[in-house]
């Protein structure tokens, strides 16, 4: 960290993410608890509230001493509204804005409140941009200090949304490393022979493909135990369940829920499965191949980068059970093979994905802004404040 910064003020970080607790809202919780000791940063939480927001998840990060707010999130308005509030309040030097949509309403709020730099965070490489919404994404754009892509994928996403190229950049996911330090102690052929899948349910995840992979490997007399290890919206999980019910398959695949102990279970388990329609760079598929699971993804944007197919995990194609239900058999019935996926894996998530890396690279990039001029702000909105 640059020593006249940390000779200066704390530098105030404000990150604002949704409240639905996905993989954007835990780099955004990590990025906070990386700087937590540092007296160069002061950082604040600002969470959108969803109808799944856990209010036991937000009373533990409060308990862990960060400060953390909720904003409406029933309206566009109400939610511009109180981040400004909350924005003219705390004075934040950077607003990092992460994800769709509110990336849009964090910097509408942030130019409002005249927040001196704005950051874009852009987590997945399939977003429902609308028309408009692109336009109002771009307009945006040219107030917005930077705009980073969560993997290299999701930089060539932006570049091809017509974002401009010298203010993108990307910077990878990354985890707590130190959660899976004794991975090693637990033998691939010493774990439970079955499947973990650490997802929430959204219509992004594509539980539905594993569990039709499983009745496939069931009816070759395939046994397997799954877990599903993840929350999320309650249609979703319903449906999966009476898929499960249809493919008779009740005793074979458990819903675990919210999994507060994720890095013990992924370290019990030999193969941990990402089945998923579209990605950024996920968090997940990182701690699996941490734990020393043998890994198996959906080729997609963002899944593609991190599994060198044959070498460190297995690609698949995305939405197809038979391709999923090859690869599973292929790890069950050859644990020397498996044992090497995961050992290669292993080594790459401790080379690559680590949140140390990760940290620092936001922490650099916060530094640097700091040196540069204020971007110019909108003529209407200086008329207005």
Known sequence: MNSSLAAQRPLKVVHFVTGGFTGSTKVAIDLIRAVKNNPAFSSMLVLRKKSSTDQARVNQLQAEGISLKLVAGWSHLATIVELVRICREYQPDILVTHGFSEHLWGRYAGLIARVPHLIHVEHNSRERYTPLRLLQARWLAHYTDKIIGCSEGVRSRLLELGFPAHKIMAINNGIQLSDYANADAVPLT????????????????????????????????????????????????????????????????????????????????????????????PLALAE????????????????????????????????????????????LHNSTYAQILAQQGRQRALAEFSLDRMAQAYEQLFSDLQQTALPALPEQLLLEN
Do not use: W
């Not at 929350?231 to 979703?236: E, I, L, S, V, W």
């Not at 388990?269 to 950024?280: A, D, F, K, P």
């Not at 698949?316 to 292929?330: L, P, R």
């Open 288 to 331: 699996g191949m941490a734990a020393g699971c043998a890994v198996i993804g959906s080729a997609v944007i963002g899944v593609q980068e991190m599994i060198i197919h044959g070498s460190d995990g297995l690609l698949v194609k995305a939405q197809c059970a038979y391709a999923m239900a090859d690869a599973i058999e292929i790890l």
């Open 190 to 281: 010493e774990r439970i022979p079955g499947i973990i899948m650490p997802a929430r349910f959204a219509k992004q995840k594509d539980h539905e493909t594993l569990i039709r992979a499983v009745a496939l490997l069931r009816d070759k007399n395939i046994i397997a135990p799954v877990l599903f290890a993840g929350a999320g919206n309650k249609r979703h999980i319903a449906k999966a369940k009476k898929l499960v019910d249809e493919l008779q398959l009740n005793g074979q695949i458990h819903f675990a829920g919210h999994c507060g102990n994720l890095p013990f279970l992924l370290m019990r388990h030999q193969i941990c499965v990402l089945s998923t329609r579209y990605e950024g760079m």
